[in-house]
């Protein structure tokens, strides 16, 4: 397909971006193009839009960004037989090289030579976007566009609090960013017998709440070790699954942790962190997990079958629906955190 699409380029080393008019990608024998139907914002994004250190050492503007979203298959390459045009689809936005030692040991969502789209590559805030037909996933023609977009960072959650067993276990989800309000409804829908949502910002709590938290703490009001002390009788939580980054939270998640307990880590600190790794992990037994992306492709299996199940219902997380033009408004809700998941629409 030829001709120029509307797009949400990251133009410079500096804070903000730009709609832009740049060319429809052109793709290869192994790649589709995909209009794109719904796109929405992750924290990643807002990284990138706000140029903060990470977004500095790691990405190379002028580019397209944005990597979730949902949409229709229009143009295949000769050699993809997995989809047709007229399907709808999203994508895993790691692209990996299926070569190295962890692609060969059926660990490639921790490739050594990942590329992200959005990140490493031209991404999805725009109407049209390229990708291998390997990384597509296949959704059902009645899944509404705008949740079909939000699959990826779900499946984020998803591996977060299904990294381990949760049934009949206490599970402490710390940051209830977008990501931390899914994995509430993930442990719940999962035979968690409490979930416990740390934050400090009221509105998300709220959709905490929404999505099926047994309890909310704002961490500003309250001390989170004691609430935990009283709603456990003293043992501590199971499972904590932290997505704050912030360090004060993050030691907090390890102290609350029960002994032989899991600390499963999803946030990103944008600095180091000191834990007391003799009295918070040695002497209690604990599991600490980094987790990054999904499993390939056992998280998306995963993600399928909560949506289409209806055990999870993501809509009361879904905040706001914004054309591409007004982008942002989008983020600057993000950055305010008076939102949940915000949907643009090419």
């Known amino acids: 397909m030829e001709g120029t699409m509307k797009a949400i380029v990251k133009p410079e080393r500096a804070p903000g971006a730009k709609l832009d008019t740049v060319p429809i990608p052109t793709i290869n024998d192994s790649e589709v193009l995909i209009q794109v139907k719904a796109t929405s914002i ?16 790691r990405v190379n503007p002028p ?27 999203s994508a895993e936005t790691h692209i ?35 990708l291998p037909a390997v990384n597509l996933w296949k959704n059902d023609p009645e899944l509404p566009f705008d949740v079909a977009s939000v699959q990826e960072p779900f499946g984020n959650g998803v591996h977060t609090v299904l990294a381990g067993d949760v049934a009949g ?13 899914m994995a509430v409804g993930v442990a719940k829908a999962c035979g968690a017998s409490q979930v416990i949502a740390f934050d400090l910002n009221e509105y998300r709590l709220d959709l905490a709440t929404k999505m099926g938290a047994t309890a909310v703490v704002n961490s500003m009001n309250e001390d989170p070790l004691e609430v935990v002390n009283r709603l456990t009788g003293g043992e501590g939580v199971d499972v904590v699954c932290e997505m704050s980054g912030h360090p004060i939270a993050m030691n907090q998640g390890f102290k609350m942790v029960t002994n032989g307990g899991r600390v499963s880590i999803l946030s990103l600190p944008v600095r180091p962190v000191e834990i007391d790794v003799t009295n918070d992990i040695v002497f209690k037994g604990i599991t600490v997990q980094g987790i990054t992306g999904r499993k390939m492709y056992e998280t998306w299996q995963q993600v399928s079958g909560l949506l289409s199940s209806g055990q999870v219902d993501v809509k ?31």
């Open 316 to 346: 009361p997380m879904i905040t706001h629906h914004f054309p591409l033009e007004e982008f942002e408004k989008g983020f600057n809700l993000m950055i305010e955190g008076k939102c949940g998941k915000v949907v643009l629409h090419p």
């Open 169 to 181: 276990k206490t599970v402490a989800v710390i940051g209830c960013g977008p990501i931390g309000i």
């Open 96 to 130: 990996v090289c299926g070569e190295c030692k962890q692609c060969l040991t059926g660990q490639a969502h921790i490739c050594a030579n990942t590329q992200i789209i959005g990140v490493d590559r031209d991404g999805c805030f725009a109407e049209y976007v390229a």
């Open 42 to 57: 992750c924290g990643t994004d807002v990284h990138i839009y706000a140029w903060d250190e990470w977004s500095q050492s």
């Open 63 to 89: 580019y397209v960004f944005g990597h979730e979203f949902a949409g229709v298959v229009v143009e295949k390459g000769s050699n993809v037989t997995n989809v047709e045009v007229g399907d709808h689809v």
